[in-house]
């Protein structure tokens, strides 16, 4: 390939097209599967949903780097976007930059509803699939669907990634109702090892670790249990309130105070670091809230006109309590 253009670069290019976002993983999502595609090291991957194959690249990245490993991607390819050289067909611009990367031996691409084209590749990935990836229909029917239908051909040890897992933030509820749904029927942990990641962008990925070679077909909740599920992601009311523990949302209040006279500093810029620099200002009381971190601990910078900044201050963060309140005064310039 050393007149090709290379892989890395490919990526790049359909990161800056005009339609790769938001409808695309964000690049660190997209980087995160390309890191466990090269440490798991899958022989076979089936991805259901790819829109123009953003995420399929970096998981061909991870196989072209090891030498093996093939990709199955699905997808109804179901309209055209804009690609910067006017609109095009989906299908169309994954197949050309699949093309353009010299991707012809590991990857396929299949148009259709994955249910549907499932008896056509049956025989290919029957008890053969190390990582499936679910991104595709994000309805409940779809979610349930997707997953009862490839989860008996993941081999025993492999994994499962489920994207949009945080229906407040993504607007969709189909992962949410299957997660909850396996853990209310002890499906995790008994058979499946689960672990829920935040994402950048807040709509969060879950990655499924298969124990047991326990064929699994999840029947959806009956017309009631969706009901309560409904309530439940409404905020209306807590869902199976004796077997799912719901996430806790730890929230920071920073109180940004002049020094000497301890009076609130309204307009300082709070940045924090480790969320890509996401800067906030405080209000009239010198208030900043900052909602839905997990517990860590977060690297602020802080300052305000007239003020001396204060740089590198560390926040510890801690799940065993949901309020914390810190104080941070601001000394002035000398004059």
Not at 82 to 96: F, I, K, L, P, S
Not at 179 to 196: F, G
Not at 275 to 282: I, K, L, M
């Amino acid at each position: 390939m050393s007149n090709q253009i290379s892989l890395a670069e490919i990526i790049e290019e359909v990161h800056q097209l005009p339609c790769s976002h938001p409808a695309s993983v964000n690049i660190d999502v997209a980087q995160y599967y390309y890191c466990i595609a090269k440490m798991l090291r899958p022989l076979l991957v089936v991805e259901i949903g790819c829109f123009i194959g953003f995420s399929t690249l970096h998981f061909a990245k991870a196989l072209q780097e090891l030498s093996f490993g093939r990709i199955i991607s699905i997808d109804a390819f179901d309209h055209k976007v804009d690609t910067g050289r006017g609109m095009q067909n989906r299908q169309d611009v994954a197949e050309y930059y699949r093309k353009k990367a010299g991707l012809e031996d590991i990857l396929t691409y299949i148009k259709g509803y994955s249910t549907v084209v499932y008896p056509e590749i049956k025989n290919q990935i029957k008890n053969k699939i190390d990582l499936l990836y679910i991104d595709g229909d994000h309805s409940v029917n779809g979610v349930f669907g997707d997953f009862n239908t490839y989860y008996n051909d993941v081999r025993v040890g492999g994994y499962v990634i489920i994207h949009d897992i945080y229906p407040e933030m993504c607007g969709v509820r189909g992962p949410r109702v299957l997660i909850d749904h396996l853990k209310a029927y002890r499906t995790v942990p008994n058979d499946i090892e689960l672990i829920e990641m935040p994402t950048r962008d807040g709509f969060g990925i879950a990655v499924l670790h298969k124990k047991s070679d326990k064929n699994l077909n999840i029947l959806l909740p009956e017309a009631s249990r969706m009901k309560r599920i409904k309530n439940k992601l409404l905020g209306k009311m807590p869902f199976f309130p004796a077997k799912i523990r719901q996430r806790a949302k730890v929230a920071l209040q920073l109180t940004v105070i002049d020094g000497d006279t301890e009076s609130p500093v309204s307009g300082a810029k709070v940045i924090c670091r480790q969320r890509y620099n996401e800067t906030r200002t405080s209000n009239e009381k010198g208030l900043v809230v900052i909602e839905n971190y997990l517990p860590n601990r977060y690297l602020f910078d802080i300052s305000s006109e007239g003020y001396v900044p204060q740089s590198d201050v560390v926040i510890d963060i801690s799940a065993d309590k949901l309020l914390h309140q810190v104080t941070i005064a601001l000394k002035k310039h000398c004059c």
